[in-house]
């Protein structure tokens, strides 16, 4: 079956520019999470969506990063003013809640090249 | 906050067995997981213990909890180089807010 994907796959922009990151989570997937990665690095929780509650917004690292999720499906992560320490991959993984394990299944990424 | 901590590189010869290393702090973690990330894919999960069991086998893999250490370890037999790649740590609290909290990954490299 289809997986989680992402578009756009990579994305190129000026300092100052708004982007957004699209998300399609596996169908039935109540659960919702977008991370980034940097190079080096671990993976570092933005947000996370669960049904109709409202989103857990802990890990947005400043106010210029936002994230929607319409009709419990698709999902878009907005950045604002880009700044080159935003360059990074945002990977966007799904989870079925209440299955056996709480397996995340993770889409193959958005990597972002703010120059 | 939870922590996980992993080793940042490991190399080792094809066929060998690969032991990977994690520790962990948060003593109500409930899941564990093993995900895997090919260069340029996101992460796909390889296996998954929970608390309660100190075992788990599935083919080639093997993982081993320690609980009361807070050490779980993933040992991979006959490694191929197919088998190099990024291998991450992770867990979830049940009594929590079901986000993980993942290491920061194990680069994995098989040299013929």
């Known amino acids: 079956g289809a997986g989680v994907s992402q578009s756009p796959s990579n994305k190129v922009t000026e300092k100052g520019k708004d982007v957004e990151l699209r998300c399609d989570p596996i169908?039935?997937?109540?659960?919702l999470y977008w991370y980034r990665q940097s190079l080096g690095q671990g993976l570092e929780f933005l947000i996370y969506?669960?049904?109709?509650?409202?989103?857990?917004k802990s890990g947005l690292p400043s106010d210029r990063f936002s994230a929607e999720r319409t009709g419990g499906s698709v999902s878009t992560l907005t950045i604002q003013r880009t700044q080159q320490e935003d360059s990074a991959v945002y990977l966007c993984?799904?989870?079925?809640?209440?299955?056996?394990?709480?397996?995340?299944?993770f889409g193959p990424g958005t990597r972002l090249t703010v120059t | 906050g939870e922590d996980v901590e992993q080793s940042l590189f490991l190399s080792v010869r094809e066929g060998d067995s690969s032991v990977i290393n994690c520790t962990y702090t948060?003593?109500?973690?409930?899941?564990l997981y093993w995900y895997k990330q090919e260069p340029g894919a996101g992460l796909q999960l390889l296996t998954y213990?929970?608390?309660?069991?100190d075992m788990k086998q599935d083919q080639r893999l093997t993982v081993l909890l320690n609980k009361k250490d807070k050490h779980l370890s993933l040992r991979i037999a006959d490694t191929q180089t197919g088998d190099s790649a990024i291998y991450f740590c992770?867990?979830?609290?049940?009594?929590?807010?079901?986000?993980?909290?993942f290491g920061r990954g194990t680069s994995l490299i098989v040299h013929p």
């Open positions: 213990i929970f608390s309660n069991m």
């Open positions: 169908s039935g997937h109540t659960a």
């Open positions: 992770a867990e979830i609290s049940s009594g929590g807010s079901y986000i993980p909290t």
């Open positions: 993984a799904s989870s079925l809640w209440g299955g056996e394990s709480y397996e995340q299944y």
């Open positions: 969506f669960q049904g109709n509650s409202a989103p857990d």
């Open positions: 948060d003593s109500s973690s409930t899941y």
